[in-house]
């Protein structure tokens, strides 16, 4: 059976994806810049319009990596502002359930849900890192192996929340306004949390907003087989993409779930061209363009484990050898491998070839996923789907806010005259987007 593609636009700004040096590249803040690229993912007939979240500024020994992060507002804020500009894109925002508190962000979603007419979506992410941490708690840090009982009983409590309100609890007719009964109160108790109360706003439109996951390790993978309705992923080539697909789908039944109850959605990046070879040539301009001298330095930095803001990203590595103990960068930019076998690889790669830093890192920068003409690109995001790599996927252009124009203008309408993406929404939800009939308990 053909399968139905899935497209989603991520907000780019992070991860040394946007290319700052190109005169279109515009705001990471302004209204418009969110606008721009939401109401193009809204004429490309896209599921949703993703943003992520980091909350720390990463870092090396208090240097900021300014050019990682240039504004990030927070993301329900923001979406909240585009519910009124879109009609029928679903909305997701990545929210920690290590750093808040359920009642809070039951609260947000379930407000955004209505706001939108039921387009939320939670980013259920769980970074716990005790850097992260500074900025907000009282004392003492999550241990790594709790940041998934803490999510699981979070999004627990969150759903018992929305629970508590009957679908028809407000009734506004015969001089009343809330049905006898239908509110609860809720009684929570658990490791985490112990909250009882009663919950006010008014169950979600959708009953429980869409769920979204992006761990990886096992415990995230469950997670998601047993929670989410989406996973949004790093494995974006065929291969990798296929056996994660079959992992992660193969734990669905242990929860008493089918495999089309949850989506998966790798992140992906593409450059198209009027020809194979002038996409591959744009392409590689772009990669050299992300890789700023600050960002050469301080991916070095990170596998290297020391400052080395002293060296030029022009010359060669640094002739040291890599400090493999607690890395000195912090936030998420931490690099979490193997850092000993990654040096002794980059530096024969940067031997071999006469590399200098920035040359080192762009050669080794994970290159661009769908390269070509927009029939070529049409042709291989069909395939990834219909071979089972993935079920759609989340698109992060290197330009904000015109990066998906070109996407939506010439290979969205190829994949509908496939027959493989819709033409228009034939539902008002983003549950009805992603095809999911019912929300996991
Ligand atoms: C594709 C992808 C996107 C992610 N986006 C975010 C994000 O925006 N904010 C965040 O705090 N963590 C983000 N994470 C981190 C995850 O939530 C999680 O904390 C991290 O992957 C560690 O969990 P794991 O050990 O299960 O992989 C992302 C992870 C992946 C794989």
């Given at each position: ?25 515009g705001s990471q803040i302004d209204f418009d810049s969110f606008r ?35 504004g ?328 904000t806010p ?40």
């Amino acid at each position: 059976m053909t399968k139905q593609i899935h497209l989603a636009a991520h907000f780019p700004g992070v991860n040394n994806t946007t290319v700052w040096s190109d005169p279109r590249s515009g705001s990471q803040i302004d209204f418009d810049s969110f606008r721009h690229l939401a109401q193009t993912a809204e004429r490309g007939k896209f599921d949703f319009f993703f943003l992520a979240e980091g909350l720390r500024l990463r870092e090396m020994k208090g240097r900021i990596h300014d050019l990682d992060v240039v504004g990030r507002p927070e993301s329900l804020t923001v979406l909240a502002a585009l519910s009124a500009v879109t009609t029928h894109l679903g909305l997701a925002a990545t929210v920690n359930s290590t750093f808040n508190e359920p009642y809070e962000v039951a609260r947000r979603l379930a407000s955004l849900d209505h706001l939108s007419g039921g387009r939320a979506a939670w980013n259920v992410v769980t970074s716990w890192d005790a850097f992260t941490g500074e900025n907000f708690r009282r004392g003492g840090y999550l241990a790594e192996a709790d940041r998934y009982t803490r999510a699981t009983e979070f999004l627990q409590t969150a759903r018992e929340l929305w629970d508590s309100w009957a679908p028809d609890a407000v009734t506004a007719a015969d001089g009343q306004f809330i049905r006898p009964g239908g509110i609860s109160t809720f009684h929570h108790e658990g490791k985490h949390f112990t909250i009882t109360g009663q919950f006010n706003v008014p169950r979600p439109p959708q009953g429980h907003p869409v769920i979204i996951q992006a761990g990886d390790s096992d415990e995230g993978r469950n997670f998601a087989a047993s929670s989410a309705d989406v996973i949004f992923s790093r494995h974006s080539k065929l291969e990798e993409g296929r056996a994660f697909y079959r992992d992660v789908k193969s734990r669905l039944p242990r929860y008493g779930r089918s495999p089309d109850d949850l989506k998966i959605l790798p992140a992906v990046t593409y450059v198209l061209g009027d020809t194979q070879e002038d996409a591959a040539e744009r392409a590689a301009e772009i990669r050299k363009a992300q890789v700023s001298p600050q960002t050469a330095i301080s991916f070095v930095e990170g596998v290297w484990g020391r400052d080395l803001s002293a060296y030029d990203p022009d010359g060669p590595l640094p002739d040291l050898e890599p400090d493999l103990g607690p890395g000195v960068s912090e936030g998420r930019a931490q690099f979490r491998g193997d850092r000993g076998a990654v040096a002794a690889k980059w530096r024969a790669l940067a031997e071999e070839k006469n590399l200098s830093i920035r040359e080192l890192v762009i050669e080794t920068a994970a290159p661009q996923t769908f390269v070509g003409t927009a029939a070529s690109v049409a042709e291989e995001i069909n395939l990834f789907v219909q071979t089972d790599a993935a079920d759609g996927f989340i698109f992060v252009p290197h330009l904000t806010p015109g990066g998906l124009d070109d996407l939506v203008d010439q290979v969205v309408p190829l994949l509908q005259e496939k027959g493989v993406f819709r033409a228009d929404y034939t539902g008002p939800t983003l549950r009805d987007h992603l095809g999911l009939t019912k929300e996991p308990s």
